[in-house]
């Protein structure tokens, strides 16, 4: 299968990207947790097309694409952030604020190319951590990447059982 993943830039088809794979990652993770007449309005404001340019154009955030035949297959948004957990307080560190595969691509393959790439920007940084649902189907995954459980959470806006999860620069798999 021919499956690549790249840096992506605020161009017109970037964000285009970017608004189409984020809304689909939004309503996987809520659909049948929050309903509709809430979430309909929470995923339009998630998919303002003047934030994701401004998302885009600060110099620390990176967006990674996944494709599989040319086609978008998921995505990985890399960002320095002012907000951590506090075991992280002081450290060079980054945050993944997605990483998410849509189903019908969620493959190895998929996995492995979007994580190589993301490793790629992360490889200085005493740690990365990310926020998930606890039922992500990709926890199993994450950790076979080296991220461990640091605690459980609670996900905003709507208040859902999460896992803060940390890879340790020293943790290399």
């Known amino acids: 299968m021919e499956v690549i993943s790249k840096f992506t830039v605020a161009s017109e088809q970037g964000l285009e ?24 309005p929470f ?3 998630q998919l303002n097309y003047l934030d994701a340019v401004s998302e885009l154009n600060v110099f620390c955030n990176q967006l990674i694409i996944v494709y599989t035949k040319n086609e978008p297959a998921g995505f990985a948004m890399v960002k320095q952030t002012s907000l951590y957990p506090e075991a992280l307080n002081g450290k060079r560190i980054l945050h993944y604020s997605y990483f998410h595969i849509l189903p019908e691509f969620d493959n190895a393959e998929s996995r492995e190319s979007l994580w190589q790439k993301c490793l790629s920007i992360s490889r200085a940084e005493y740690a990365v951590w ?15 990447c080296g991220f461990v459980i640091h605690q459980k959470s609670t996900l905003k806006p709507f208040d859902q059982p999460s896992y803060i999860l940390i890879r340790y620069k020293d943790n290399p798999q």
């Open 17 to 40: 990207n970017l608004l189409s794979l984020k809304q689909a990652k939004l309503k996987a993770m809520y659909h049948n947790i929050v309903p509709t007449d809430k979430l309909t």
């Open 43 to 45: 995923i339009e404001q």
């Open 130 to 144: 990310m926020e998930v649902l606890q039922t992500d189907p990709l926890i199993t995954f994450l950790e076979t």
